[in-house]
T-cell receptor
Framework: GENVEQHPSTLSVQEGDSAVIKCTYSDSASNYFPWYKQELGKGPQLIIDIRSNVGEKKDQRIAVTLNKTAKHFSLHITETQPEDSAVYFCAASITGGGADGLTFGKGTHLIIQP | DAMVIQNPRYQVTQFGKPVTLSCSQTLNHNVMYWYQQKSSQAPKLLFHYYDKDFNNEADTPDNFQSRRPNTSFCFLDIRSPGLGDAAMYLC??????????????FGQGTRLTVV
């Protein structure tokens, strides 16, 4: 089955700086890669996703890059703000639509220092 | 408005006493999932329903069962909860559109405590 590795487990950055979280996956058949933000006591919320036919996607301060050859993808958050503090999970799915469920990385606790 | 609703938000059950967690959705999505998330860990898929078809993950214990009486509702039954089953249980839905966007929407979760 699919295995997703995520690094770092904890990331502390100064407010206004950029944050980068990296993930690798094992199954070359995976072709859908979402990123979720989870705040304490809440369910994960999708913040951005990318499919294998695209190398990069941006949404305001958030961007995701995908390198299919190397089987890794990254989340980039620019101009970080205190409300960005949360746990971020990457995930991968083998089916194009993710209908068979997601395999998650272990999460990154992002701390924004004021 | 909440689109995936889980009840209750917090559930305390006794060791060995059957417990049922519920999930409802207003999105009319054909796929519903149950994930288990233990403290400081990633969500782990237990099983999912694709329409009425039940799909169990290979390593999901038999102690966990699920029912989906209609499109909107899905239940997670834990037949004999053990201390190791204490976790956050997350329900999610998606619409399988082949290669089109099928974002998974998560509920707020039910935190289960076993005493």
């Amino acid at each position: 089955g699919e295995n997703v590795e995520q690094h770092p487990s904890t990331l502390s950055v100064q407010e206004g700086d950029s944050a980068v979280i990296k993930c690798t996956y094992s199954d070359s058949a995976s072709n859908y890669f979402p990123w979720y933000k989870q705040e304490l006591g809440k369910g994960p919320q999708l913040i951005i996703d990318i499919r294998s036919n695209v190398g990069e996607k941006k949404d305001q301060r958030i961007a995701v890059t995908l390198n299919k050859t190397a089987k890794h993808f990254s989340l980039h958050i620019t101009e970080t703000q205190p409300e960005d503090s949360a746990v971020y999970f990457c995930a991968a799915s083998i089916t194009g639509g993710g209908a068979d469920g997601l395999t998650f990385g272990k999460g990154t606790h992002l701390i924004i220092q004021p | 408005d909440a689109m995936v609703i889980q009840n209750p938000r917090y559930q305390v059950t006794q060791f060995g006493k059957p417990v049922t967690l519920s999930c409802s959705q207003t999105l009319n999505h054909n796929v519903m999932y149950w994930y288990q998330q233990k403290s400081s860990q990633a969500p782990k898929l237990l099983f999912h329903y694709y329409d009425k078809d039940f799909n169990n993950e290979a390593d999901t214990p038999d102690n966990f069962q699920s029912r989906r009486p209609n499109t909107s509702f899905c239940f997670l039954d834990i037949r004999s909860p053990g201390l190791g089953d204490a976790a956050m249980y997350l329900c999610a839905t998606s619409r399988d559109g082949g290669h089109s966007s099928v974002e998974a929407f998560f509920g707020q979760g039910t935190r289960l405590t076993v005493v």
